[in-house]
């Protein structure tokens, strides 16, 4: 999770056993070798340390990242293929997130060692329109589709969107993933860098409070890939400028800079370049100064089952436990 996930994150969640990512999207080269050799550092040697990319902006860091030869890449949002190949060229371990059936047959093709299934409870970007609970199985299938006819092993398939505790995990399991992907409730933790009051408004709230949009991309700085819309919790900002837009199929459709939608209609961006410009200012000075009733505060809807700030480490093995705990719940309930 880029902003999120640094050396300490990604170093705790390997220490709990799982796949720490360092969210490196908006990482210089010297930077992403600095904190990939602390994550490391930190990790102890325990679970693993991987380096989270994205293909419409990454090409260029995509050599470093490799010469790293971290456990995993992670490649999401744009057209992956070119640098899956460079990663499964260099052994390295290939994780590719997908919003649609469709992208998960073709990650497999690339050879991906992974999919993750990311539904539209997801926080962050992502495009899915469909929930992590039909999503994840029909993935599953499809991948299984394609083992039968090949007879190579299934794709393991990772779930991601809103899950936030260990009953999730369990019915992640249940849904035909190998495990899960979690994302927000990582987000409040001790070793997030995201701003101790910010991490403060992920306790306080649910997800009545979260909704998707692309307001925030619309006003750059960097163009996302078309269909491209981000879940973040709702503040002054998006309440007064989008109210009318969130939710809306159609805001897909229209972006800035060239268009902006009113009342569900393009409009041309000259039209109202003054609006623009209003929004824009405000958007920029409440992200310098990390105003959450301003900025993007990338959130999914599990959001309303954090309720603590705790080290990572100590939540990501509560939440494996309990998923232990409510598989064994859900045999005894079969046996009894
Ligand atoms: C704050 C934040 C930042 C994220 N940054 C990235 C990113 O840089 N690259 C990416 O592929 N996904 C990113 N994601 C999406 C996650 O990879 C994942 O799909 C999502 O967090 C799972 O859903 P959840 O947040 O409900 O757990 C981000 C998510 C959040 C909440």
Redesign the pocket.
Known sequence: ?????GPALAAAVARAGGLG?L????YTEAQLRKEFGDAQQLAKGKGAVGI???AFTNTQLLATAIDLNPHTI????GDVAPMAAQVKAAGIKLMI?VQSVEQAVRAVSLGADAI?A??T??????ASPTGTFCFVPEVVDAVAGIAAETGAPPVPVLA?????DGRQVAAALALGASGA???????ATEESM?PAAWKERYVASSADDTARTVLFDALGPIEWPRGID??ALRNRFTDANQEQLLGKASVHRCTFPDYILENSYCVKKQERADERERMQAELDSGRAEADPEVAP???????GLIHSIPPAETLVRGIVADAAATVAKLHSLVES
């Not at 409870?121 to 992502?126: A, F, I, L, P």
């Open positions: 999770m880029a902003g999120v996930s990512l969210g490196a999207a908006r989270g990319l994205m992670w490649l999401s949002f997130q993750v990311q539904g409870e997801s926080g962050g970007h992502g991601a969107g809103g899950v936030a992907v979690l994302g927000t409730v990582l987000v995201f981000g879940r505060l990338w959130c999914g809807a599990g959001v």
